[in-house]
């Protein structure tokens, strides 16, 4: 018997309704969502359609089905869509954009998932009848696989002006924005200000069992309305999902930057042991990864001596793991996996 994973780093996704959350969908006043009779789903809606300064919000199953919505609503087949090389929807959502809008991506080198204007105005495509449409550019707040940096609001900004100025439209992929507005100190709506459509997960570090909210103008709503049934996203009392979304809005958004701290608390720790290099070398939010190339061990044999401990930690390749800190573990937690983990490393 494998002991079970008591410390699970694997991802922020990792975590389980708490004693409140469970009591809140319990006792959620609910009706059928498909005929817009759910209340604790409409108001879901209007409080994330009020936090990202938008006209209208739509709660989904999934954060993928939030942006492949999006991508249906803004292209039609052959478009472009122009986003980081290491983001989720280039690289982690089942080629969704091409399969299901016909879109296809021009993608941007990054080392953080941050790019500039500059480089977005340099993949726009000139008109041609031989090009290619260039039509939404896709940012990620915060950047995953870019180490959960965060995109200052200014090339935000920047990034959605270029966009708008050339006609495409501006997409945010916020899976992770409320860890965003925690780590810059600005609200939701600041990072969303210059974006067409942007969505928050609340299965992340939020805490949520299920669901993530997309936002827009009312205009873009009604489509994504069309689009939602059509890909049988339409649900029935989704109250009792959405109430944990109104519950971890509350409670489990402030605290987001607890888990920031502990994120950085383990980066200290870590960093240097048996040759690991952290990255990002200043931790923003709550991912890092470990680089282990320096090391003597590889990702995997590291992995399995975690889980002796009842560990777990992402592994990316065989010289990279992925560390997220999340609200179902505790400082102490992190603590001892960074101490087995260094032991690990270290040994000889
Ligand atoms: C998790 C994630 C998604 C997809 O969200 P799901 O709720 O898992 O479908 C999209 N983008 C990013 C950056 C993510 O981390």
Not at 70 to 76: D, G, S, T
Not at 128 to 149: C, F, L, Y
């Amino acid at each position: 018997m494998t002991r079970p994973i008591e410390i699970d780093l694997v991802s922020d996704t990792a975590t389980k309704p708490s004693p409140g959350m469970l009591a809140a969908m319990v006792n959620a006043r609910v009706g059928d969502e498909q005929r817009d009779e759910d209340p604790t789903v409409l108001e879901l809606n209007a409080r994330v359609a009020d936090l990202l300064g938008m006209e209208a919000a739509l709660f989904l199953p999934s954060g993928t089905m939030c942006n492949q919505i999006a991508f249906l609503v803004h292209c039609r087949p052959g478009d472009e869509i122009i986003t980081a090389a290491n983001a989720h929807v280039f690289g982690s959502e089942g080629a969704g954009a091409s399969a299901l809008a016909g879109a296809q991506f021009r993608t941007v080198p990054t080392a953080n998932g941050i790019f500039q204007a500059r480089e977005v105005e340099a993949a726009i495509r000139a008109p041609r009848h031989r090009s290619p449409r260039s039509r939404v550019v896709s940012v990620e707040q915060t950047a995953n696989r870019g180490g959960g940096s965060v995109w200052p609001v200014a090339t935000l900004n920047e990034v959605a002006a270029v966009a708008h100025a050339h006609g495409l439209a501006a997409h945010m992929d916020g899976a992770r924005l409320p860890n965003a507005a925690i780590a810059s100190g600005l609200p939701m709506a600041a990072h969303t200000a210059g974006f067409d459509s942007a969505w928050i997960d609340l299965s992340k570090g939020l805490g949520c069992p299920v669901g993530a909210v997309l936002a827009g103008s009312s205009g873009f709503m009604e489509e994504a309305l069309f689009w939602k049934h059509r890909l049988g996203g339409a649900m029935r009392q989704a109250g009792f999902i959405a109430a944990a979304g109104l519950y971890a809005l509350e409670h489990h958004y402030q605290r987001l930057a607890d888990d920031h701290e502990k994120a950085r608390l383990f980066a200290g720790w870590v960093h240097g042991a048996g040759g690991v290099v952290v990255f990002p070398a200043e931790v923003e939010t709550n991912i890092l990864f470990l680089d282990l190339s320096q090391c003597a061990l590889n990702a995997n044999a590291v992995a399995t001596r975690l889980r002796d401990h009842g560990i777990r930690f992402g592994v990316e390749s065989a010289t990279r793991m992925r560390v997220v800190t999340h609200l179902d573990v505790s400082t102490a937690q992190v603590r001892q996996a960074a101490e087995h983990f260094i032991r690990i490393v270290e040994a000889r």
